[in-house]
Each structure stands twice: as structure tokens, then as C-alpha cells.
């Protein structure tokens, strides 16, 4: 049954209809049929996967009482800590190297139930948008596999978009969940900041970063959500507040008299046709649904992208500090009598990739005396503005909307020579990171010209992760009835799909 | 059109602790002027007076009680590091020669 939904499956699941063993193995077959096409994977946890999978039968079995996912298979990017599994962020200089120690987000997976299939592939220390900036080769796009998956969190799209996993988990930093999910036609969701904690997830930005949940359908995304999202002390920057009720809103989806506005810099130059006419074609439909369109004006959001590619190099420069090759990881150049420091540059020199190095030299520039003010500073402010433009949108509008992505997925290859072309991949999802609020795509169906999938944004105030879910959930209800059944259904077999 | 050149992007790769090879040396030099003039656009708007955001929430030190916790083992501490000795870390000479 891996081609029907987490919450189809957790109905199952509870009915007895089928056991976890039972339905683990099936995504494990899956796996083994098409992962060597699709690379989602960077390591398959057959043996545990089965075994969690085996101890929540037995529960049951047992009579105990146990979450709404206890028993459904998940796929996990590589970028956050599970005990005694490698874990490597898509990074050579972390090859081989088992972490003591549970993340948060796995810690409350474990207590829920969830399978934990594998981890998936990545672009490194989540640094790109294509995925194909892993240390261990790219990851293929399930819909046509001569192009990306997007990134960082590409193998976890893929894995849920090729029927390897039901839901995973992601992280986003400037886009890494929502742009990804677009390019590979399903949910996903970066939470508020510091609602889901970020004990365990390896820092790139740490002011931007934050773990969320992929899923097929909006309601599978929520019960993912629910299950991570919470208060840790382990996480200084976690939210001492409750969690938004995303289940519930995900079932109600009811947008009549609710005001969604339309960020008129996210749109027109740069977009591509089949994306714009997927955007409006669902504004439409959220008009017809009883909601009300305005436009809004965000006027700093043009040097959004300028900003965070001053910020998230700042913060990666400190963050990387730690691969220093004495306590964990790669160490190289141990000729007899180097030194700490030759040791040191070796190692990182080995360990890191091209997009890694880049970042770190252009965060070390500009944090650099005589350079800090024109550079990280002006970001800073600029953060600052683009705070204040949300802020007024939000006195308009419930919810604001734009395209996720301004092109659909594009080929392996065509933009990893142009950092620049890769940079412009995010502009509409990197405001959302700067603000620390919280957004969601969803698919809004397939661009004329190219027959792949579009993602449809939209962006809630921070804490009021619920209202994504409830207007996602009304967008795709009447898709869902337009097209006769999710997106998708409509993407290739692969092969040896049964 | 912003610019770096080889010597000093050489620089900052010394201050990142990178050893690069010289083709990375000039190869990242060639596109560090694109990727400057693209950042730079923070410096187009009037920013007199805009306070700076490092962080999305007003962030307060937090404090628990001085009391002692679960924490790693030293086996679990040292489970990945590279060498280690004597329940410690074991680390490249750190100081010049001694003699």
C-alpha cells in the first residue's frame, strides 16, 4: 500500500489490516527497486527500521495506546543526529561518523512510533538548492530523472515523491523544505522558528535554520508537524509556547472570508509562464472557495536574496568552525610533527566540497574588520525592513501567497557552474527564513510548458502555523476534486513499481 | 564591478583554516566578483536609523539549576574521534617545538 497516504496507512495500521513489519518491508522493496535510480538515500537502516517496526506491533498487540504514526515508515535527511546511524549532512568530512547522542526531532519520532527508514541525501551542510552539491553524488527527481530533486533537502522530496516514504523530514534554511517539495509535487512545511527544536540538527544558519515535515497530502504533513513541533530546553531558541492545532486545521480547511494576499514583488520577472498560470489559476480557486485576494506590497523583499547570502555565509563561517579534525570526523596531513593548524587546513581542504568553501571564504569576508558594516551589517538591517514589510502585509492579509519556486525543476548540471543562477532558485522562499515565520508549499498542479510540478507558497504569521494548513488543506481539496485524485498519481512509475 | 583577487582570497582561506589549491585559489577569485556585486545590493537602500536583526526572537540567556545531569560517558565522548588516548583526545602538536 505505499502508494496511498500516511493517514490511509495509519488507518490500516490501526484497523490491523496490515502490520508495521509488513508495510516497513514493502517501502524497503521499494527502495530496493527504484533508490538506485532516484538516490534519495544515502544510508538504509534495513535492520532497525524492521525492528522498530516489529516493537510497535507488539505494542498494539499489547493493547497499548499509541500515536496516530506509530507503525508509518519515514525518511530522515541526513543533517540530523541519530544514534549509532551515520549521519553525515552530505558531507565527506562527517564519513563514517556515528553520532552518541539522538536529535530532538528523532527523540520524538522514536516516542511516536515512526519507522525511521534511512537518511537521505542532501546538498552538503544544506548549502545549495539542487541536492547536487552532496558529497555523494546528486539526487534524481522522481517526475523526470535528467533533472534535480531541488534542495537541500532533495532526497527527502524525492524519497516521499517516488514512494519510498510516505512523510520525511526536512530542514530550511532559505527555502531547503518548500522548494524541494515544489519541484518534486508534494507538501512541505518549514515551521515557525524555534518551534521544532534544533537539539541534533547539524548548524549551517543558526538564526534560520529549522526542521519540518514532508508529506504526500496536507493532513499527513500536519500529523508529521504535531509530532516534532514543541518546547525543548535542550534548544535555547525554542518556543515556550503551545503547539498550533495543524491537524485540526489541516481537516477543516475552510478559507470564506478570509483575506490572502499576493506579494507583488513575488511575482512576474523571473517566473516562469507555467508557474505563474498554476498561481493565479489557484488563486482563482481560493476566490471561488469565499476568500478574499489583495495585493500587497513588500518593497524590501528585492534584497531579501542579497541579504541572506550575506547572513547565512556569516553564520556557516562560525557554525564550520567546529569540523576542526580533533574531536570527530575526517582528520588528514598527519605527517610526523604537523601541527594542529596544517592538520587542520588539510582536512578541511579534503573534507569540504566547492559550495562549502565558497560559503565559508564569503562569511569570512564579510564578517571581516572593514568589511563588516558595508556587508553583514547591511543585511542585518535590511533583515530588519523585510520583518517590517511582513508585519504590514499582516495587518492586510490572513495568509500572503506567491509561487514557491520561480521555475520547476530544472536539469543536473544546467546551474551548478553558476552560483548566482543557483542563488536566484530561493528568492521567494528566503524572506519567509529572514522573518522567522513559518511556510508551506503545496502542488498547484504541472506548468504547460514542461509537464512538471509547480508549488503554490503560503506564508502565516509566526506561531500561527495552523492557518498554512487550513488553506492549504481548502487549495487542495478543490485541486485534488479538479484533477480527480493527487498530483502525484500522475508521476512516472519508475520502473518496477507494483 | 566588485573584485578579489587570488592573493586575497588566499587570505581568507588561511583565516578559514582551508588549504586550497591554487586552482581553487583562482577559480574562486574569478567568481567572488559576480557574487559580490550581487550581495552588494544591501548597500543600495538608505539604512540611517534601521536597527540590526541578528535573530528573529528576542532571545534572553536562560538558566537551570547547578545540578549534575545525564550526559555522555567519555567512551560515548570519544566514540568519534579521530585518535584518542588515556580517555582523551589525542591532537596534532599544538605548540611549537619544545627544544
Known amino acids: 500500500m505505499i502508494k496511498t497516504t500516511a493517514s490511509e496507512m495509519s488507518l490500516a495500521l490501526a484497523k490491523g489490516e496490515i502490520t508495521s513489519v509488513a508495510l516497513t518491508q514493502q517501502h524497503l522493496d521499494r527502495i530496493a527497486d527504484v533508490d538506485k535510480k532516484v538516490k534519495a538515500f544515502l544510508h538504509v537502516d534495513t535492520d532497525s ?43 565527506k568530512i562527517l564519513q563514517g561518523w556515528k553520532p552518541p547522542y539522538d536529535s ?107 526542521a ?31 503547539v498550533p492545532a495543524v491537524v485540526a486545521a489541516a481537516k477543516s480547511g475552510d478559507v470564506k472570508g478570509l483575506k490572502i494576499g499576493v506579494i507583488k514583488q513575488l511575482q512576474g520577472k523571473g517566473y516562469q509562464a507555467g508557474v505563474l498560470a498554476r498561481f493565479y489559476e489557484s488563486l482563482e480557486i481560493l476566490s471561488s472557495l469565499g476568500a478574499e485576494i489583495v495585493e500587497v506590497d513588500c518593497p524590501s523583499f528585492e534584497y531579501a536574496l542579497a541579504a541572506y547570502y550575506l547572513i547565512a555565509p556569516s553564520e556557516c563561517s562560525s557554525n564550520l568552525a567546529r569540523f576542526d579534525a580533533m574531536r570527530y570526523g575526517l582528520r588528514t596531513g598527519e605527517a610526523d610533527g604537523a601541527s594542529a593548524e596544517s592538520v587542520m587546513n588539510s582536512t578541511r581542504e ?23 558594516d558595508a556587508y553583514y551589517g547591511s543585511a542585518q538591517k535590511i533583515r530588519t525592513l523585510i520583518i517590517e514589510d511582513y508585519k504590514k502585509a499582516f495587518m492586510q492579509a490572513d495568509v500572503l501567497v506567491s509561487p514557491t519556486s520561480p521555475i520547476t525543476a530544472f536539469k543536473i548540471g544546467e546551474k551548478s557552474e553558476d552560483p548566482i543562477a543557483m542563488y536566484l532558485a530561493d528568492v521567494a522562499t528566503i524572506p519567509v527564513n529572514l522573518a522567522g ?9 504541472l506548468a504547460d510548458e514542461d509537464n512538471l510540478p509547480v508549488g503554490f507558497q503560503i506564508m502565516a504569521p509566526a506561531m500561527q502555523d495552523q492557518r498554512l494548513y487550513n488553506v492549504g488543506a481548502a487549495l487542495e481539496a478543490a485541486l485534488v476534486s479538479k484533477w480527480g485524485g493527487h498530483l502525484i498519481s500522475k508521476a512516472p512509475a519508475l520502473g518496477g513499481a507494483k | 564591478m566588485s573584485s578579489l583577487s587570488r592573493d586575497e582570497v588566499a587570505k581568507l582561506a588561511a583565516l578559514a583554516r582551508i588549504e586550497m589549491s591554487e586552482e581553487e585559489l583562482v577559480n574562486l577569485a574569478s567568481q567572488f566578483g559576480s557574487i559580490l556585486d550581487a550581495v552588494a545590493r544591501v548597500q543600495e537602500l538608505n539604512l540611517d536609523g534601521v536597527k540590526a536583526t541578528s535573530h528573529p526572537q528576542p532571545l534572553e540567556n536562560i538558566f537551570r539549576e547547578d545540578v549534575v545531569l545525564p550526559s555522555l560517558t567519555p567512551d560515548q565522548a570519544l566514540s568519534g574521534a579521530p585518535a584518542q588516548e588515556d580517555q582523551r583526545f589525542r591532537v596534532p602538536q599544538i605548540l611549537g617545538e619544545a627544544e
Not at chain 1, 504514526?69 to 546511524?85: H, M, N, R, S, T
Not at chain 1, 552539491?133 to 516521499?160: C, E, H, I, K, M
Not at chain 1, 579534503?350 to 563588516?372: M, N, P, Q, W
Not at chain 1, 515565520?437 to 498542479?445: K, T, V
Open chain 1, 104 to 210: 530532538t526531532v528523532v527523540a520524538k519520532l522514536k516516542s511516536a512510533g515512526v519507522v525511521i527508514l534511512g537518511k537521505t541525501n542532501m546538498d552538503e551542510f544544506a548549502m545549495g538548492s539542487s541536492t547536487e552539491n552532496s558529497g555523494y553524488g546528486p539526487t534524481f527527481n522522481p517526475w523526470d530523472l535528467t533533472r534535480t530533486p531541488g534542495g537541500s533537502s532533495g532526497g527527502s522530496a524525492a524519497a516521499v515523491s517516488a514512494f519510498q516514504a510516505p512523510i520525511a523530514i526536512g530542514s530550511d534554511t532559505g527555502g531547503s523544505i518548500r522548494q524541494p517539495a515544489a519541484l518534486t509535487g508534494i507538501v512541505g512545511v518549514r515551521p515557525t522558528y524555534g518551534a521544532v527544536s534544533r537539539y541534533g540538527l547539524i548548524a549551517y544558519s543558526s538564526s534560520l535554520d529549522q
Open chain 1, 350 to 372: 579534503a573534507g569540504f566540497g566547492r559550495e562549502v568553501k565558497r560559503r565559508i571564504i564569503l562569511g569570512t569576508y564579510a564578517l571581516s574588520s572593514g568589511y563588516y
Open chain 1, 49 to 91: 527500521a524492521l525492528a522498530q517496526a516489529a516493537a510497535v506491533d507488539a505494542d498494539r498487540a499489547a493493547g497499548k495506546a499509541l500515536g496516530p504514526l506509530a507503525g508509518v515508515p519515514l525518511a530522515l535527511k541526513d543533517v540530523l543526529a541519530q544514534e549509532g546511524v551515520p549521519t553525515t549532512a552530505g558531507s
Open chain 1, 212 to 242: 519540518g515535515p514532508f508529506g504526500r497530502t496536507v493532513l499527513d504533513t500536519a500529523m508529521l508537524h504535531e509530532i516534532i513541533a514543541g518546547y525543548d530546553p535542550k534548544d535555547a531558541t525554542s518556543l515556550k509556547v503551545p
Open chain 1, 437 to 445: 515565520i513559518c511556510g508551506m508549499s503545496l502542488p498547484a498542479g
